[in-house]
């Protein structure tokens, strides 16, 4: 069954490094979602993707976060300047359109000392 | 604002004992309401789609229902394996993101 693949499945970075998480979205799919868990908490939207922009963004999304599709396979989510509180669990996901199910990946776990 | 509530925070159960989770919303409009699995250290794994009140899905030992307010996920006859987190989440009109509820942590003894 194809599956979102997410890497690295650990990052851990020194707090104002930059960092890209890599992701791989199930290959027919066209809308494309980052979403963050911080321990213990819900998961919580970041940002959605289609037709190679931005189609909705949250608070936490701000100007330190970027997303990109360089090529016709992988969707990466970058940070710029890293916070100590940027440390989470970072799922992404993808969908045949709205109201058909987000598939996710198993995240990469995001560590800022 | 949208939000989801989900109920209880954590359940135990023995193996066999069946129960029901509950997932309760309030959002604009539904466009979907989903429930995922989620093992430690893991992605939400999806399990279901329910779009309209009265609409039921099921696999295996599990089984989703929708009303106009909230869903239950009922498990019966559970197994250890069953043991996980059971996410709830809801997706209101358009292309938006999912809101998501904080889960029913779900233990199954042997």
């Known amino acids: 069954e194809p599956e979102v693949t997410q890497t690295p499945s650990h990052q851990v970075t020194q707090m104002g490094q930059e960092v890209i998480l890599r992701c791989v979205p199930i290959s027919n799919h066209l809308y494309f979602y980052w979403y963050r868990q911080i321990l213990g908490q819900k998961v919580e939207f970041l940002v959605s993707f289609y037709n190679n922009e931005i189609s909705e963004k949250s608070e936490i999304f701000d100007d330190q976060f970027s997303v990109e599709r360089p090529d016709g396979s992988n969707f990466t989510l970058k940070i710029r300047s890293t916070k100590l509180e940027d440390s989470a669990m970072y799922f992404c996901?993808?969908?045949?359109?709205?109201?058909?199910?987000?598939?996710f990946g198993d995240g990469t776990r995001l560590s800022i000392l | 604002e949208d939000q989801v509530t989900q109920s209880p925070e954590a359940l135990r159960l023995q193996e066999g004992e069946s129960s029901s989770l509950n997932c309760s919303y309030t959002v604009s409009g539904l466009r979907g309401l989903f429930w995922y699995r989620q093992d430690p250290g893991k992605g939400p794994e999806f399990l279901f789609t329910l779009y309209s009140a009265g609409e039921e899905k099921e696999k295996e030992r599990l089984k989703a229902t929708l009303t106009k307010k909230e869903s239950f996920l009922h498990i019966t006859a559970p197994k250890p394996e069953d043991s996980a987190t059971y996410l709830c989440?809801?997706?209101?009109?358009?292309?938006?993101?999912?809101?998501f509820g904080k889960g029913t942590r779900l233990s199954v003894i042997a």
């Open positions: 989440a809801v997706q209101p009109p358009g292309n938006t993101p999912l809101v």
């Open positions: 996901a993808s969908s045949e359109g709205g109201g058909k199910a987000q598939h």
